[in-house]
């Protein structure tokens, strides 16, 4: 069984400047999640979708991050603009229902520099 | 306010000993709590689930309590191998039932020194 898939690895952008990442989730997989790890913490949900309908965006500042999930399998989340305290992992994880009783799968993550 | 602590940063122990990590919360009553286990440049993996009616879970050389009157759940690795080396994730979540969204402590990074 193929895991989550994110791409890219690594990006590395100045302040102002936009990013995008891309996740293809397990194939079934209901929920999708975009979570933010910054270094020494443990990961923060930004967003998380029910096939291509948005569940819980609380946590995502709105004014510059997106997410979108066409077609209720790949999703991509942007940052525009960028700022220095964006720096950090950005890790997609999926499960087969949207119930925090179902174990997630991660993927390995993008590692955002800002500078 | 909602907490979640675990219990230090860095534990580093003996080859052959037992581990065990701490998950303190605050404020609130999770059902039931997962963990996690993240190696550098990965993203987590999980390991195990206990339900509040689950005292204690076991998975081969794993364990697992939950006491939800200490709000505590306690994460045990006996035999420990380097190969165990790696960052743990408590991960209780929060929200009402069907609602539940998983929250994670910031880690203990467990070193195992042969």
């Known amino acids: 069984e193929a895991g989550v898939a994110q791409s890219p690895r690594y990006k590395i952008i100045e302040k102002r400047q936009s990013v995008a990442f891309w996740c293809n989730p397990i194939?079934?997989?209901?929920?999708l999640y975009w979570y933010q790890q910054i270094l020494g913490q443990g990961p923060k949900l930004l967003i998380q979708f029910q096939n291509n309908g948005v569940v819980d965006d609380s946590q995502l500042p709105k004014d510059r991050f997106s997410a979108e999930r066409l077609k209720g399998v790949d999703s991509t989340l942007k940052i525009q603009p960028a700022k220095l305290e964006d720096s950090a992992v950005y890790l997609c994880?999926?499960?087969?229902?949207?119930?925090?009783?179902?174990?997630?799968?991660f993927g390995p993550g993008t590692r955002l520099t800002v500078t | 306010s909602q907490k979640i602590e675990q219990n230090s940063e860095a534990l580093n122990i003996q080859e052959g000993k037992t581990a065990t990590l701490t998950c303190n919360y605050t404020n609130y009553s999770p059902a039931y709590l997962q963990w996690y286990r993240q190696d550098p440049g990965r993203g987590p993996v999980f390991l195990l689930l206990?339900?509040?009616?689950?005292k204690e879970k076991r998975k081969e050389r794993l364990k697992v309590t939950f006491d939800t009157t200490l709000k505590q759940s306690l994460f045990h690795i006996t035999a420990s191998q380097p190969a165990d080396s790696a960052t743990y994730l408590c991960?209780?979540?929060?929200?009402?039932?069907?609602?539940?969204?998983?929250?994670f402590g910031t880690g203990t990074r467990l070193t195992i020194i042969p």
């Open positions: 194939s079934g997989h209901a929920t």
């Open positions: 994880a999926s499960s087969l229902e949207e119930s925090g009783r179902y174990e997630q799968y």
């Open positions: 991960a209780p979540p929060r929200g009402g039932f069907g609602n539940e969204k998983l929250t």
């Open positions: 206990i339900r509040e009616n689950e």
